[in-house]
């Protein structure tokens, strides 16, 4: 069964320092991941998504993530971290083609900016 | 990137009552829409899946005659929650797959539902 992990809950980074959230993943195949963020009492924002191709993906907010296949881990990282981005982080896995076509989350990481 | 709207965005209603969330994908046809329940500092999960023209695919342990699905057309699916109790108060998120972009997921804005 697909599933996906995400080991810290909570980060605190300062603002201005590089963030990078693990997300690791169970699947057969090659599967379709996502990043998506969300702030407190609001719904889901899609920040990246990797389908195939360039395992580098590049996403809005200046946000990318990296799929590796050999560690089955998809993390997302910032380079630079501001304010804004304190928010919760939901890493997915899709098994498109398959019978269902659903999402399965990570359980979050809570991500906390200090000034 | 594509909207998807939902209303309300916050609903109070009383024990035994039901009440209904509308999920809408604005700017794109969605033959498959997704209703999440998410608790206090939890993930999403899963209730079922709803396919344009036929009937939702519930998840295990998801009530089907309480969480009420229907999918009328390639716009609009809507959640029924029948008979409301304290214990269904959570946060209801819809999603919607863009089937020109087959592989994309947006998520609306989610739906408070309080049962007092």
């Known amino acids: 069964a697909q599933s996906v992990t995400q080991p810290d809950i909570h980060i605190t980074v300062s603002e201005g320092a590089s963030l990078e959230l693990r997300c690791n993943y169970s699947?057969?195949?090659?599967?379709?991941l996502f990043w998506y963020v969300q702030s407190p009492g609001q719904g889901l924002q899609l920040l990246l998504k990797?389908?195939?191709?360039?395992?580098l993906v590049q996403g809005i907010k200046g946000f990318e993530a990296e799929f590796k296949r050999s560690q089955s881990s998809f993390n997302l990282r910032k380079p630079s971290v501001h304010w804004s981005d304190a928010a919760e982080y939901f890493c997915?896995?899709?098994?498109?083609?398959?019978?269902?076509?659903?999402?399965?989350f990570g359980t979050g990481t809570l991500l906390a900016v200090q000034p | 990137g594509a909207v998807v709207s939902q209303h309300p965005s916050r609903v109070i209603c009383k024990s035994g009552t039901s009440v209904k969330i509308e999920c809408r994908s604005l700017?794109?046809?969605?033959?498959?829409m997704f209703w999440y329940r998410q608790f206090p500092k939890q993930s999403l999960m899963l209730m079922a899946t709803?396919?344009?023209?036929?009937?939702?695919?519930?998840e295990q342990g998801v009530e089907k005659d309480k969480f009420l699905i229907n999918h009328a057309s390639l716009t609009l699916s809507t959640l029924t929650v029948t008979s409301a109790h304290p214990e269904d108060s959570s946060f209801y998120i819809c999603?919607?797959?863009?089937?020109?972009?087959?592989?994309?997921?947006?998520f609306g804005e989610g739906s408070w539902l309080t049962v007092v």
């Open positions: 699947y057969g195949a090659t599967p379709y």
């Open positions: 700017d794109f046809q969605a033959t498959t």
């Open positions: 999603s919607a797959r863009d089937r020109h972009l087959g592989n994309t997921i947006y």
């Open positions: 709803s396919n344009e023209g036929s009937k939702a695919t519930y």
């Open positions: 997915a896995v899709m098994n498109y083609g398959g019978a269902t076509n659903k999402l399965i």
């Open positions: 990797y389908f195939s191709g360039d395992t």
